[in-house]
């Protein structure tokens, strides 16, 4: 479904990536791991073609999505034509609409009104809280909420491959489980993912396969289960 080729990105004069190359098949979970500034954050930007300054430089190699190469395609396009949906870090909802509004708005695009209703009611029966407020607003959210509510508005603008940077991030232990139960459930129900994520120890759980990367570069990568019995991922991720 997504095949990077020697992706080499920068921004400005650093070289943020050095050369990354993976797959993500239809119908997978893929974690990408790694520490601070490995350059995970960087990949789920390129692959979304967001621009300069806010998103790094693309100087070589390609982005295929099934089949297409994404470099050169406008961000919208990236969402509405290509369905590819980015639950960035921070959320970054817009706290003072509604949840129903800020659902509401990642429809913009769509033109199927009776699947944007089913969708609603999937995002409300995956995440009830939201459904018990749907006219409260977002600022008025948990930290929790806020990430439902990000986690529903990809979902609402009808792509069928979400990226997710760093999900769990604040969340208490508990909600971390919900969240990453949410994502198996979607995932199952035929939802493509790929999720960066610094908790190994969620990511390697659920997801089907993951990549390690240091310093802008994938160092290591096979089956999760594999990857959580490895000593040197046990030593440097898993405690």
């Known amino acids: 479904m997504l095949e990077v080729k020697d992706l080499h990105v920068r921004y400005g004069n650093i070289q943020a990536l050095h050369g990354i190359s993976f797959t993500v098949k239809e119908g997978e979970m893929v974690a990408l791991l790694g520490a601070n500034g490995a350059g995970k954050t960087t990949t789920l930007l390129s692959i979304m073609r967001l621009p300069p300054p806010e998103a790094p430089l693309v100087t ?15 961000p919208h396009e990236v969402v509405s034509r290509h369905g590819i949906g980015l639950v960035p870090e921070g959320r970054h909802i817009f706290g003072n609409l509604t949840v129903m509004e800020n659902l509401k708005i990642a429809t913009y695009a769509r033109k199927d009104p009776a699947n944007i209703q089913r969708d609603y009611e999937r995002v409300f029966g995956l995440f009830p809280r939201l459904a018990d407020r749907k006219n409260q607003r977002a ?10 509510l990000a986690m ?12 997710l940077d760093e999900p769990s991030m604040g969340l208490s232990p508990l909600l971390m489980q919900e969240l990453f139960r949410v994502l198996k459930e ?4 035929g939802t493509t993912i790929l999720v960066v994520e610094q908790n190994a120890h969620l990511a390697l759980r659920y997801a089907h396969r993951a990549y390690v990367m240091e310093t ?16 040197e991922i046990k030593k440097a991720y898993l405690g």
């Open 152 to 163: 529903g508005r990809a979902f609402m603008s009808g792509v069928g491959f979400i990226l």
């Open 60 to 74: 070589k190699g390609s982005i295929l999505y099934k089949g297409v190469d994404l470099i050169g395609v406008p």
């Open 139 to 148: 600022d008025t959210l948990s930290g929790g909420e806020q990430q439902m």
């Open 186 to 189: 979607l995932n199952e129900a």
């Open 216 to 231: 802008g570069r994938i160092v290591m990568e096979g089956p999760a289960q594999e990857l959580a019995e490895n000593p």
